[in-house]
């Protein structure tokens, strides 16, 4: 059982008329040992190529045994909320929650809970983007964060807002949707659990 470290990633995606390119920022890790993988921007022409992806075939996870109960879902919310509450602390809009994203980032704090992995990249090789796509959310720019081992609303966005690049896409003005998806896998009897899986979801959505 790991107690006391947790991890989290950050991830944004900005849509505008540049040539792709890919910005990667140093990691760091804190004196409450708070591991950071460095956070990625990546900068595209348009969406459009995401419009032929298909549902990837699911995989069987062998590790998985969530509690899947209101529990969960109460914490999702109150994320949302108290992303909502450091965004007014700011002067920035507050977020809505939506219900496509809220599926995509579900469905990636289960594989990440199922298959004990920690990445953006899901088992079937899926980006953030991609699975937003999938759940059928069309949009201009979005953002994904991820943590793994906080065992409370209030630990992870603590966690997210005490890390710059994560802070920022919480933040961000130009998002006004939000999805979480939080999955407790209390399989305590598998090496490399760490039981609490935390998935951000970002997004500016496309005009219609």
Request: glycine share 8%; net charge negative.
């Amino acid at each position: 059982m790991r107690t006391g470290y947790y991890v989290i990633v950050g991830l944004i995606l900005l849509l505008t008329a540049c040539l792709p390119a890919v910005r990667n920022a140093p990691s760091s890790v804190s004196a409450t040992r708070v591991a950071l993988i460095p956070t990625h921007t990546l900068i595209v022409i348009d969406d459009s190529s995401l419009e032929s992806l298909t549902a990837a075939p699911e995989k069987e996870s062998l590790l998985c045994e969530p509690i899947d109960d209101e529990n969960m879902a109460a914490h999702a919310r109150e994320v949302v909320e108290l992303t909502n509450i450091e965004r007014g602390r700011v002067g920035v809009g507050a977020l809505t929650e939506q219900g496509q994203l809220t599926e995509a980032a579900r469905a990636h704090a289960m594989d990440l809970a199922c298959n004990l992995i920690f990445s953006h990249t899901g088992s079937d090789g899926s980006s953030p983007f991609d699975r937003m796509t999938r759940f059928g959310y069309r949009f201009w720019s979005a953002a994904e964060n991820i943590a793994a081992g906080q065992a409370s609303a209030v630990a992870v966005v603590q966690g997210w807002m005490d890390s710059p690049g994560h802070r920022e896409n919480m933040l961000n003005p130009n998002f006004t949707e939000i999805g979480i998806g939080y999955i407790h896998n209390h399989a305590d009897w598998i090496e490399g659990n760490y039981f609490h899986y935390w998935v951000m979801t970002l997004g500016q959505p496309a005009a219609p």
